[in-house]
């Protein structure tokens, strides 16, 4: 395997080598180490996508690994696009003491004080307080933010669920690239589930309140027709400034806790 991707200029990440299952293969380009090749076996055709959290470019291998070639003179082809995509990624705004961080739609900066103690927020103030070492504070930043962002997005979910009169067993929180909401409609049985990206908890107070009510109408409307909307017009008054926000700050949200 490693004379064939010697060719490549590839290497394989820690992900591929700790999975052992071909079909989950990762490579690393050695020239610009951040274009990442995954084999993905059901896919019909190369694709580039931008994990902005990560700084990231990464690239769909269809079929086998005797695609790799291909997908690499497809990198080539599009290497200038992928330069402007990058450089254009808003200011990246990693976990480190001092940094400015988006919370709440305003900015707030991350201060370790000591290794011990609670991490907590001074609103007046704007900081965001994480005691811990340097090796450690952008983890227990991370978790912190997910820890605030689930007891906001808790509360604003069985509000709406609430006003509809429609049960939500689950309530997840993770790290997605692409979507800020996704729910699975209840049954006469069980009720829905709901997934939500704690990066919501950085977008203003309004913002966070449109996803939740937008998820929680699909647990009526599971389509996005004219019923859904109205619906959400129901549930709160701020649809559009909301959507707006997301599309214009978006990439924002990605940028908190993302590398230098």
Not at 192 to 206: D, E, K, M, N, T
């Amino acid at each position: 395997m490693a004379s064939f991707l010697s060719k490549f200029n590839l290497t394989p990440t820690r992900q591929s080598l700790a999975s052992g299952v071909r079909q989950n293969m990762i490579w690393q380009d050695e020239e610009d180490p951040r274009i990442f090749y995954h084999l993905r076996p059901r896919a019909r055709r190369i694709s580039i996508k931008m994990d902005a959290a990560k700084r990231q470019v990464l690239v769909t291998v269809p079929g086998s690994s005797k695609r790799l070639q291909d997908a690499q003179r497809f990198v080539q082809e599009k290497y200038d696009w992928i330069l402007v995509q990058l450089e254009a990624l808003p200011p990246a705004q990693p976990f480190v003491d001092g940094q400015d961080l988006l919370f709440r739609g305003e900015l707030y900066q991350l201060v370790s004080p000591s290794l011990r103690g609670r991490a907590h927020i001074d609103h007046e103030l704007k900081h965001i307080y994480v005691p811990a070492s340097a090796d450690t504070l952008e983890g227990r930043t991370k978790r912190f933010l997910i820890r605030e962002a689930r007891t906001a997005l808790t509360d604003s979910t069985h509000m709406h669920a609430g006003a509809l009169g429609k049960p939500v067993d689950k309530i997840s929180v993770r790290d997605t690239s692409s979507r800020w909401g996704s729910c699975v409609k209840g049954t006469h049985i069980a009720g829905g589930q709901i997934s939500y990206s704690w990066r919501l908890v950085c977008a203003p107070p309004f913002v966070l309140d449109y996803v939740c009510a937008h998820e929680c109408a699909h647990l009526v409307e599971a389509n996005h027709g004219a019923g859904f909307w109205a619906l959400c017009d129901e549930l709160v008054d701020t649809v559009k400034p909301a959507k707006r926000w997301l599309n214009q700050n978006g990439g924002r949200l990605h940028a908190v806790g993302a590398p230098h």
